[in-house]
């Protein structure tokens, strides 16, 4: 009697009902948060009915909006910085071959590992002693420290899934486009980076997600006068979990989703326009 495959294991209830259960484990507290948002009741443990009064209220809040765009142009400027030097590191690892290739990207791997905690401390110290950054810039200028410090610990995640998917590049790909006249730097925009589209959509995807979501690393970087939204959302989360704080959770919860869906279907489109 042959051993059943993988599809056969899938439909027995065991296994159906551990993955059922790792799910729920996973998913519903987020539910719970999303559906608490539309609470009458100022009191996240009592249900008294819905209402929208609480999103109604977020567009009203200035500081709030204000925080979101901050956090909004820190995670795009952070992205477009991370995609590009994420993207020529992993080329230069890839391609070159030179002493001390492997002391450099443990180099590499070296934010992805360190706790974020240490990362804003040294960022803290970088700021205040050795690159101290001029008070009073006009936005977004005034954000350039939490830029600077979201790039230092991004472009790793970058440069690690970049690299992944250059493994998987054919290098005679490239040589014959230089044998029928392709320059060095053609020959990389028209062969290579058309084969890591995919890989180049999941880190700006990772890279935007990481920096939009961040805290730690901002709340040791950002001025007096520069509040994003997750350390607006924590000093809100201060004063007690309200039916306000889930709205502002699920917003940006459905922001998260948005974006994670728009680089899938991006994904998508760019595999199939590269298939035979």
């Not at 700006?204 to 997750?230: H, M, Q, R, W, Y």
């Amino acid at each position: 009697m042959s051993a059943p495959d993988l599809l056969d294991y899938s439909r027995r209830w065991p296994l159906r009902l551990v993955l059922a259960s790792i799910g729920l484990f996973l998913y519903l507290p987020l539910l719970v948060l999303v559906a608490m948002s539309f609470n009458d009741s100022r009191q996240t443990t009592v249900w008294r009915g819905f209402t929208l009064d609480w999103y109604a209220r977020l567009g009203g809040n200035l500081e709030l909006l204000a925080a979101l765009g901050n956090s909004l142009a820190i995670a795009a400027l952070a992205t477009l910085l991370s995609l590009l030097l994420g993207t020529l590191a992993a080329i230069a690892l890839w391609r070159f071959r030179f002493p001390g290739l492997g002391l450099v990207s443990a180099a590499f791997a070296l934010p992805i590992v360190v706790p974020e905690i240490c990362m804003g401390v040294a960022m803290l110290i970088f700021f205040a002693r050795i690159l101290p950054w001029p008070a009073g810039l006009p936005w977004p200028l005034s954000l350039g420290p939490i830029v600077i410090a979201h790039v230092a610990f991004i472009f790793p995640f970058v440069a690690v899934i970049v690299r992944a998917r250059l493994e998987s590049f054919n290098r005679e790909t490239e040589e014959a486009a230089r044998d029928l006249g392709a320059g060095p730097w053609r020959a990389l925009l028209d062969v290579v980076v058309p084969h890591l589209k995919p890989s180049l959509v999941a880190g700006a995807l990772l890279a935007f997600t990481l920096s939009l979501d961040d805290f730690v690393i901002t709340f040791f970087t950002a001025g007096p006068d520069t509040v994003t939204f997750p350390v607006k959302v924590y000093s809100m989360v201060r004063f007690g979990v309200t039916p306000e704080v889930n709205a502002v959770s699920t917003v940006l919860l459905v922001l998260t989703v948005a974006l994670t869906a728009l680089a899938l279907r991006v994904q998508a489109l760019a595999g199939e326009k590269l298939a035979p």
